[in-house]
């Protein structure tokens, strides 16, 4: 049955999601074939796939010719799409038409990376009719503004959990149907949960969230060095190579 954003909102509190970031149509198969309740094409496809060094790179062009690969396998999970670097912080109609494009080329849902600061936009295009997941704490595309990437809110109480919650809280009074909490720290993550009425969707953030989300690349072992938190379930980057090794020895012993 087709997920839609009512299904990830009523999940809260009822089972736990299951989320994949993939970026083309095989991959996109196998994760709603596996049971993925949301595919996002994330724009962790910088570092994952198109070989830079992290998200900063990836253009709204990127995001929308993957959307469009993703949508065409008909996932039953829902189709996330996200907003790439920069593009969020643009007059309102510039960012309208980018969510408009991502719509219109198959993604069901944006997600946004960012607090407070951006509550505003995420109202108005949630009356536009584009649903909105948020993402808060690590956010991937501030990279070289905190000189690399960290667990947020490891103090209790400190001026950092409280904005890490003030931006969670902003983002779903603007009307976001879910939030990714971006390697917070468990007490940060459990507090989160318990003060959000939509469901915070972890990553490097430990179990007490109300689901989870992974790059199927690390979830498949196909990652060179996967982080972590991220555990492989299996082990494909080496039985690729073995493959090809076998036939490229059978290729090189039939053509002598
Ligand atoms: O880009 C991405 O894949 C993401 C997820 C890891 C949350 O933002």
Same mark, same amino acid.
């Given at each position: 049955? !087709?997920?839609t954003?009512? @299904?990830?909102? =009523?999940?809260?509190?009822?089972?736990? =999601?299951?989320?994949?970031?993939?970026?083309?149509?095989?991959?996109?198969?196998?994760?709603?074939?596996?049971?993925?309740?949301?595919?996002?094409?994330?724009?962790?496809?910088? +570092?994952?796939?198109? &070989?830079?060094? +992290?998200s900063?790179?990836?253009?709204?062009?990127?995001?929308? %010719?993957?959307?469009?690969?993703?949508?065409?396998a !008909?996932?039953?999970? =829902?189709?996330?799409?996200?907003?790439?670097?920069?593009?969020?912080?643009?007059?309102?109609? /510039?960012?309208? %038409?980018?969510?408009?494009?991502?719509?219109?080329?198959?993604?069901e849902?944006?997600?946004?990376?960012?607090?407070?600061?951006?509550?505003? #936009?995420? @109202?108005?295009?949630?009356?536009?009719?584009?649903?909105?997941?948020?993402?808060?704490? =690590?956010?991937?595309?501030?990279?070289?503004?905190?000189?690399?990437?960290?667990?947020?809110?490891?103090?209790? &109480?400190?001026?950092?959990?409280?904005?890490?919650?003030?931006?969670?809280?902003?983002?779903?009074?603007?009307?976001?149907?879910?939030?990714?909490?971006?390697?917070l720290?468990?007490?940060?993550?459990? !507090?989160?949960?318990?003060?959000?009425?939509?469901?915070?969707?972890?990553?490097?953030?430990?179990?007490?969230?109300?689901?989870?989300? #992974?790059?199927? %690349?690390?979830?498949?072992?196909?990652?060179?060095?996967?982080?972590?938190?991220?555990?492989?379930?299996? +082990?494909?980057?080496?039985? /690729?190579?073995?493959?090809?090794?076998?036939?490229? @020895?059978?290729?090189?012993?039939? +053509? @002598?």
């Amino acid at each position: 049955m !087709k997920t839609t954003t009512k @299904t990830i909102r =009523l999940a809260k509190g009822e089972r736990a =999601l299951a989320c994949l970031t993939v970026y083309d149509a095989v991959t996109a198969r196998i994760a709603s074939n596996g049971g993925a309740d949301l595919v996002l094409i994330g724009d962790s496809m910088g +570092n994952t796939v198109l &070989g830079f060094e +992290n998200s900063v790179p990836v253009t709204l062009e990127m995001i929308e %010719h993957h959307t469009a690969a993703v949508a065409r396998a !008909k996932p039953d999970a =829902l189709i996330v799409a996200d907003i790439p670097f920069a593009v969020a912080h643009d007059e309102f109609s /510039a960012v309208l %038409h980018a969510c408009a494009r991502l719509m219109r080329t198959g993604a069901e849902a944006v997600k946004i990376e960012g607090g407070v600061a951006l509550a505003p #936009l995420v @109202t108005r295009l949630t009356a536009a009719g584009i649903p909105v997941c948020g993402h808060v704490g =690590l956010q991937p595309q501030q990279v070289f503004q905190l000189g690399g990437y960290r667990k947020f809110g490891t103090t209790e &109480g400190s001026d950092e959990v409280e904005s890490v919650i003030a931006d969670a809280l902003a983002i779903e009074r603007a009307g976001a149907f879910a939030i990714v909490g971006e390697m917070l720290s468990r007490p940060l993550a459990a !507090k989160l949960r318990d003060e959000l009425v939509i469901p915070l969707i972890g990553i490097g953030s430990g179990p007490t969230c109300d689901g989870q989300i #992974l790059v199927i %690349h690390d979830l498949l072992g196909l990652t060179e060095k996967p982080p972590a938190f991220a555990k492989p379930y299996a +082990n494909l980057g080496t039985d /690729a190579v073995n493959a090809v090794t076998r036939w490229v @020895t059978d290729v090189r012993a039939a +053509n @002598t």
